[in-house]
């Protein structure tokens, strides 16, 4: 006969057996096709590898139609009395902005300083693929290759503030970068693919097969947004090759994780630390901000093509969708102010994501990586496995997700270094570029401190 002790046993053992069975056990690694061809057609008896220059050109016929598009704009709806951003991007506010980008906002100027950087292309399974490579010019300190990478609505362009911190040598460090910072397919210069399935784990292939083109058989990364997926998928598929990963939006979507988040919200005093616990919890407040803000990720992850056609003829529409999205992530708190929260990002900078995006007609392109990360494929087998690769999270205060470094881990098992900040957002590259490039640093020194113990 049972007593209440062995049913509470019985019931331990199953929710133990449930747990290491069902979350944790992590599945076998799919087979993958590592040269998948996304360009047109089929692929080509002989592929074109060359590597050519590249040069960033604003052109004057693309200017005067954006400077016309402006200009001939209807006058929008003012927002109602008493509001600021509560209701989306504040029309009196983007005004400014689209009057800045018509009339004072300089074109050539801003890509000729795009431009001090050597830029490059070459096809990678089928695709155009424009990154920049910067070498340093360091004696006496070991050259160390690190691949950045992006998010939406973004470009490599994100990365120009952080690329000579990382390439300028420091005093008490005995390494220096080269720095790969491209563009993902379908984003700025990169070209998008007409096939479906082009998810961040497909990324991923990709970038470990320009890597490859490049001359690396190993490097580091560090990525945020969608280029913090690619590169936790590059992490599992390839822990062999990839040194070490530095993210600015460390997430683990196991299963595990996503119960513990769970059980966390029952006690949360146990789960997270006390100054950190309003990033989390209550669950509540978190549905409420994903609810507010998530309308657009819902949108793009269903009906991409909807939103791209709706805002491919009008720049003011773009760049009102990206830059009230840009704000959000970037203080989520400023929702009271006429910027909502944009003024954390320099007016350029803004403006430069805005033309590349527009000049490239990249908006449909860029968005469909939403739906294609959830669209029915490997990526959510690859999702469950974890990873070997040393790893380090920088968590900025106003990240869209924040998750404490004992949920991560399930994740990524080897997190060597971990940073939490009362500032910055989620484009930290022109937002916090100085700490972000700090962090990058220290972070290799624990990856190098790592590989020096268990690579033997």
């Keep these: 006969m049972f007593t209440s002790f062995s049913i509470f046993a019985v019931v331990i053992v199953g929710l133990g057996v449930f747990t290491h069975y069902y979350l944790q056990r992590a599945p076998d690694m799919p087979k993958l096709d590592l040269n998948r061809w996304w360009g047109d057609g089929n692929r080509p008896n002989q592929e074109d590898v060359t590597i050519r220059p590249f040069k960033i050109v604003f052109n004057e016929t693309m200017i005067d139609d954006l400077k016309m598009r402006l200009r001939n704009r209807r006058p929008y709806t003012r927002p109602l009395e008493g509001m600021q951003s509560e209701y989306g991007m504040n029309t009196i506010y983007l005004e400014k902005l689209l009057k800045y980008w ?23 399974q089928g695709l155009d693929i424009h990154y920049m490579r910067v070498k340093p010019e360091a004696k006496g300190k070991q050259v160390l290759p690190i691949l950045l990478m992006h998010g939406w609505p973004s470009s490599s362009k994100e990365f120009d503030q952080v690329i000579p911190m990382l390439t300028t040598p420091r005093n008490g460090y005995d390494f220096i ?14 070209e998008g693919t007409n096939k479906p399935g082009l998810d961040p784990l497909q990324i991923g292939i990709l970038m470990k097969n320009l890597m490859k083109r490049l001359g ?3 490097f580091y990364i560090q990525a945020g947004d969608w280029g913090s997926q690619a590169a936790t998928h590059m992490c599992t598929v390839f822990p062999d090759d990839i040194l070490g990963f530095h993210t600015n939006m460390p997430v ?31 669950l509540s407040d978190t549905f409420s901000y994903l609810m507010r803000e998530g309308g657009y990720f819902h949108l793009q992850a269903t009906k991409p093509d909807t939103i791209g ?18 704000a959000m992530a970037s203080n989520k708190n400023q929702l009271d102010t006429p910027h909502g929260g944009l003024e954390s990002i320099a007016l350029d900078d803004l403006l430069d994501t805005a033309t590349i995006l527009w000049a490239n007609e990249r908006i449909t392109t860029s968005m469909r990586l939403y739906a294609e990360a959830f669209a029915p494929s490997e990526i959510f087998i690859v999702h469950e496995i974890p990873t070997k690769v040393p790893t380090a999270a920088i968590k900025f205060l106003h990240e869209i997700v924040y998750q404490p470094d004992w949920i991560l881990r399930d994740k990524f098992t080897n997190l060597v270094h971990s940073t939490t900040l009362d500032v910055g957002g989620h484009f930290a590259g022109m937002h916090t570029p100085r700490e972000l490039a700090d962090d990058v640093f220290e972070s290799v020194v624990e990856f190098i401190k790592f590989h020096e113990k268990y690579d033997k």
């Design 177 to 190: 970068f080269e720095v790969i910072a491209v563009d993902l397919p379908g984003f700025g210069f990169s």
């Design 309 to 326: 056609a709706a805002l491919t003829d009008t720049p003011a529409g773009m760049a009102a969708y990206i830059f009230e999205k840009i």
């Design 102 to 124: 018509q009339d004072e906002y300089d074109f050539k100027g801003r890509a000729d300083l795009l431009n001090r950087y050597p830029h490059y292309k070459t096809r990678v």
């Design 216 to 218: 690396f058989d190993k």
């Design 252 to 282: 683990s979507i196991r299963r595990i994780s996503n119960m513990k988040t769970l059980f966390g919200s029952l006690f949360p005093s146990l789960a997270v630390e006390d100054k950190y616990r309003h990033r989390m919890y209550p």
